[in-house]
């Protein structure tokens, strides 16, 4: 059963379908009219669009004369459904069949529809609509999906199309309050994503809520309305293929935890090893920032790591998690023991929980694909979005316990306050590269009294331009001694540091006083006295002779027609 489960989630990784125990998420449709069709039925919550978790939505249902299956746009039938003032939200009833139901919604809410439902095409249980992966690829299209979708069974769907063509008005009422269930005054959730960043448009919708939702996931884990947990999906390699080729390369453990090649490709690019590794690692980050009383760190790390070490760039690797680790001043010793040796024929602790973690229990499925949102141990269904996502774990407060981000559209918080966000900061010229958005926040160098910092934002900015030497003197070395102050910034010099004439060093944190007497590169003529200043220097010569600098040279001060009377050697 365990190894049929772990077989199934490989398979569901790459786009397949397998049995498992899955659970539909459902809700309520109430019918008020007609008459003898009054009473609630159940209908699957579509897997895209946008639930109205919490709330409810009534309208009329309608079945189109023309393109019953929805599956070209309406326009081309001449046909709308946009409300007129004053008129109930239009429900279109549609039938299962020849397309997705992804382009059914789609083509629905072009024409004006305000709820889609999907007439089952055969008498069997619900089942949940999804997003297949032959449509990932067009993101900006199932972004813009932002109606909801229900399936209805084939028998309530029949009734409909009945009672319509009769001439009867059917009346329904959508019902997602009891969607989610909310027992109290917080709400538990689980994220289960993935940390490749090269499966193509899944991954790149997963990276893309994580940066957006990150803000107020913050917020509510901050003031303790919620407790987040991320999980990670592995699958273990059957005991006879465990010193295979395949194995070895997308399994640590001797095979016990594995996930796919990144590239379905072993000739090339990284291996399913490096996932599994760098899953582990942020499982670890969440553990040991949970410790801490910080797991609200988590969002930031994720966030920072698909930024600073893409797979593309090649900096998915260890070296790269450190530095992004160290900016969040997390303990990087306690997350590299709770890793432990990836090599070691053994259980790991942390990857054995999260497999245990992913059989489902009570009212929840098994956990066989990515991504997966579990809210209150009950799987939310709908876009990945984070409107749709925050209106979910809303609806799973306990009633008049909702905190007033649930209550208003302001969803702000100024991640910069605490250890200046992991970015660099210039504590000297108090000069920082944390900007706070209302997504939450981004290292980036700034422009300071109108001199731009360069730099990657997270460990080194530097001023360029005109005028960066007024700031902080441009990040280079200054000093003042018997009122006399030297500055290795050079204006007019868009960018480095050069020590003054005088001085060596790095121009950066040092400049030191060269010694000309002592290297003999002044006052090097015969009669000529060499004195060391800081900075500079000075000479001087014996008798009545005059010190010529610039000839480095000691002449007579005494005149005759013929001029000056040189001594020593000119230079």
């Keep these: 059963m365990r190894a049929g489960l772990w077989f199934c989630v490989l398979v569901a990784f790459f786009g397949g379908s397998c049995l498992g125990r899955f659970v539909v998420e459902k809700n309520s449709l109430r019918v008020t009219s007609p008459k003898d069709l009054k009473g609630v039925y159940e209908c699957a919550i579509g897997n895209f669009g946008v639930p109205q978790y919490g709330g409810t939505m009534l309208?009329?249902?309608?079945?189109?004369?023309?393109?019953?299956?929805?599956?070209?746009?309406?326009?081309?039938?001449?046909?709308?459904?946009?409300?007129?003032?004053?008129?109930?939200?239009?429900?279109?009833?549609?039938?299962?069949?020849?397309?997705?139901?992804?382009?059914?919604?789609?083509?629905?809410?072009?024409?004006?529809?305000?709820?889609?439902?999907?007439?089952?095409?055969?008498?069997?249980?619900?089942?949940?609509?999804?997003?297949?992966?032959?449509?990932?690829?067009?993101?900006?299209?199932?972004?813009?999906?932002?109606?909801?979708?229900?399936?209805?069974?084939?028998?309530?769907?029949?009734?409909?199309?009945k009672a319509l063509a009769n001439g009867d008005m059917v009346n329904v009422n959508l019902d997602w309050r009891e969607s989610l269930p909310h027992p109290d005054e917080r709400v538990e959730y689980e994220f289960w994503t993935n940390s490749n960043d090269e499966c193509g448009p899944k991954c790149n919708s997963q990276i893309e809520f994580v940066r957006n939702f990150k803000g107020a996931a913050q917020i509510l884990e901050h003031k303790g309305y919620t407790q987040f947990t991320p999980h990670y999906i592995t699958w273990y390699c059957p005991e006879a293929f465990s010193l295979s080729k395949q194995c070895e390369s997308q399994c640590i453990n001797h095979g016990r935890y594995c996930a796919p090649d990144p590239e379905q490709d072993f000739s090339k690019g990284y291996d399913g090893k490096d996932v599994v590794m760098q899953n582990l690692r942020q499982v670890c980050v969440f553990k040991v920032a949970?410790?801490?009383?910080?797991?609200?760190?988590?969002?930031?790390?994720?966030?920072?790591?698909?930024?600073?070490?893409?797979?593309?760039?090649?900096?998915?690797?260890?070296?790269?998690?450190?530095?992004?680790?160290?900016?969040?001043?997390?303990?990087?010793?306690?997350?590299?023991?709770?890793?432990?040796?990836?090599?070691?024929?053994?259980?790991?602790?942390?990857?054995?929980?999260?497999?245990?973690?992913?059989?489902?229990?009570?009212?929840?499925?098994?956990?066989?694909?990515?991504?997966?949102?579990?809210?209150?141990?009950?799987?939310?269904?709908?876009?990945?979005?984070?409107?749709?996502?925050?209106?979910?774990?809303?609806?799973?407060?306990?009633?008049?316990?909702?905190?007033?981000?649930?209550?208003?559209?302001?969803?702000?918080?100024?991640?910069?306050?605490?250890?200046?966000?992991?970015?660099?900061?210039?504590?000297?010229a108090n000069v920082t590269a944390c900007k706070d958005t209302f997504r939450g926040r981004v290292c980036k160098c700034p422009i300071v009294h109108g001199v731009q910092f360069v730099g990657d934002g997270y460990t080194h900015c530097e001023a360029s331009g005109s005028g960066r030497c007024e700031i902080n003197n441009g990040g280079c070395w200054k000093q003042t001694k018997d009122s006399t102050t030297y500055s290795a910034c050079v204006e007019g010099v868009s960018n480095g540091c050069k020590c003054p004439a005088g001085f060596k060093g790095d121009g950066i944190k040092l400049c030191e006083d060269v010694d000309e007497c002592k290297e003999r590169t002044a006052c090097q003529c015969p009669d000529c006295r060499c004195k060391n200043t800081w900075g500079s220097y000075e000479c001087s010569c014996s008798g009545d002779l005059l010190y010529m600098r610039e000839h480095d040279t000691c002449i007579s001060k005494k005149t005759t027609e013929v001029g000056w009377s040189f001594c020593g050697s000119s230079s």
Aim: hydrophobic fraction near 35%.
């Design 59 to 161: 309208g009329f249902v309608v079945y189109p004369k023309a393109n019953r299956k929805a599956c070209k746009a309406f326009d081309e039938f001449d046909i709308s459904f946009k409300t007129k003032a004053g008129g109930l939200p239009t429900f279109l009833l549609i039938e299962r069949g020849d397309c997705y139901f992804t382009t059914k919604a789609w083509n629905a809410q072009k024409a004006g529809a305000a709820a889609v439902l999907v007439s089952d095409d055969k008498v069997e249980p619900l089942i949940t609509m999804d997003v297949p992966e032959e449509e990932m690829g067009n993101a900006d299209y199932l972004q813009n999906i932002s109606i909801p979708s229900a399936l209805i069974t084939k028998d309530l769907g029949d009734s409909f199309k």
């Design 290 to 428: 949970n410790e801490s009383g910080k797991p609200w760190l988590w969002w930031d790390y994720v966030t920072d790591f698909s930024i600073r070490c893409p797979m593309k760039e090649e900096k998915f690797n260890k070296e790269c998690a450190d530095k992004v680790i160290e900016s969040l001043g997390l303990d990087l010793k306690r997350i590299d023991k709770c890793i432990g040796d990836p090599d070691a024929n053994e259980e790991n602790p942390i990857l054995k929980a999260e497999q245990d973690a992913q059989i489902g229990h009570d009212s929840r499925g098994d956990v066989t694909i990515l991504p997966t949102l579990v809210i209150n141990n009950r799987q939310y269904r709908g876009k990945l979005d984070k409107a749709a996502v925050l209106k979910a774990l809303c609806a799973g407060f306990q009633e008049t316990t909702e905190p007033a981000i649930c209550l208003t559209e302001e969803i702000e918080t100024n991640e910069c306050l605490e250890n200046n966000g992991g970015c660099w900061h210039d504590k000297a």
